[in-house]
């Protein structure tokens, strides 16, 4: 098969991104319509835009581009289930109906440009090839800040991401099976597929300021979406418990010897009260902290065996 009758599926995420599409998608489009010239891919390819119940004109909005072209596809959730969900249910949707996929957010940060450079490594048979930002000085300097703090959180918990690399990704047709198969609930794309574990490369790219609108993902969704990546994929804050309660063992056993050798030896008996209180105090929040690490992992637990399905496709435009 050659490379031109390989269909790109791109696939977007959309919440509240009305300000945003009227700019992006024409954008897509004419990537599309380059790697057809050039013959890289398909003129069959398409953009499938995927609302994440928004609560603006977003599905009003895809609803007309797909009448004025028939390559905007959408399909809609019921209901705002977040990034991660939502993009699965587009790549879920393109499955078997592209020969690889690429996932871009709606507000174009991610450099469109780069997909040319993605689908060239697709044809030279790669099948996953990660967007790695090169620089991100668009980004505000507590975005930036944030962010890199967290990659760092994530790394010393255990949890193996590509540093840099946020959800702009191309995975094969046989990718997209393979991630099929994972039936966690607790969705955390950016550690499952790198652990697929097919022929993988990198594009850079320089990353850019929205197009339009503002960020859906403030500092509280960032924090909790890190702290969900960690507790999906690692057990070591579990074994941190048990290394904080030697280590507090072995403190114990000083303090224990001072206590009995100043019974025996010391005239006065030091009232003591401060740091009596100090530790309960140490001791208090330690044991808070502990549980609720281990509640985190119940948590998981209990969502996983509910086995709850993770989205639902209200609408399909599909023709
Ligand atoms: N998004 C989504 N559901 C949400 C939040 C965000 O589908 O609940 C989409 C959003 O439309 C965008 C992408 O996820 O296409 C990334 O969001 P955003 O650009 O706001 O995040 P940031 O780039 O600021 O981290
Ligand atoms: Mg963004």
Redesign the pocket.
């Given at each position: 098969m050659t490379a031109e009758n390989n269909i790109i599926a791109i696939v977007v995420p959309c919440y509240n991104e009305g300000d945003a599409l009227p700019i992006s998608v024409p954008k897509m489009l004419d990537v599309l319509d380059r790697l057809s010239v050039l013959k890289l891919a398909s003129k069959d390819s398409y953009v499938l835009l995927c609302n994440d119940g928004s609560t603006d004109c977003t599905w009003e909005l895809i609803e007309k581009m797909h009448i004025v072209d028939k390559r905007v596809k959408g399909i809609s959730l019921a209901h705002n289930r977040g990034h991660q969900n939502v993009l699965l249910a587009g790549l879920m949707t393109v499955m078997n109906r592209c020969d690889a996929a690429v996932s871009i957010?709606a507000?174009l940060?991610d450099d469109p440009e780069a997909i040319i450079e993605m689908v060239k490594k697709f044809n030279e048979g790669t099948e996953i090839v990660f967007g790695v930002r090169s620089s991100r000085e668009k980004d505000s300097w507590f975005k930036r800040t944030t962010a890199h703090a967290f990659y760092s959180f994530q790394k010393s918990m255990g949890l193996e991401t590509i540093y840099d690399h946020a959800d702009y990704r191309l995975l094969s047709n046989r990718a997209l099976q393979l991630l099929s198969q994972y039936s966690e609930s607790n969705l955390f794309l950016r550690g499952i597929i790198p652990q697929i574990g097919l022929k993988s490369d990198i594009v850079t790219y320089a990353r850019d300021e929205?197009v339009a609108g503002e960020?859906k993902?403030p500092l509280t969704k960032m924090l909790g979406f890190s702290i969900d990546g960690i507790t999906s994929f690692s057990a070591r804050p579990m074994r941190w418990i048990f290394m904080t309660g030697l280590i507090l063992l072995l403190i114990d056993l000083v303090v224990g010897i001072y206590v009995f050798v100043s019974y025996f030896f010391s005239d006065h008996i030091s009232a003591g009260w401060t740091s009596i209180m100090l530790s309960i105090w140490a001791l208090g929040s330690l044991i808070l902290m502990s549980i609720g690490i281990v509640g985190e992992y119940i948590g998981k637990i209990f969502v996983e065996v509910k086995h709850r399905p993770r989205y639902a496709v209200s609408d399909k435009l599909w023709d």
């Open positions: 957010d507000d940060q929205r960020s993902y």
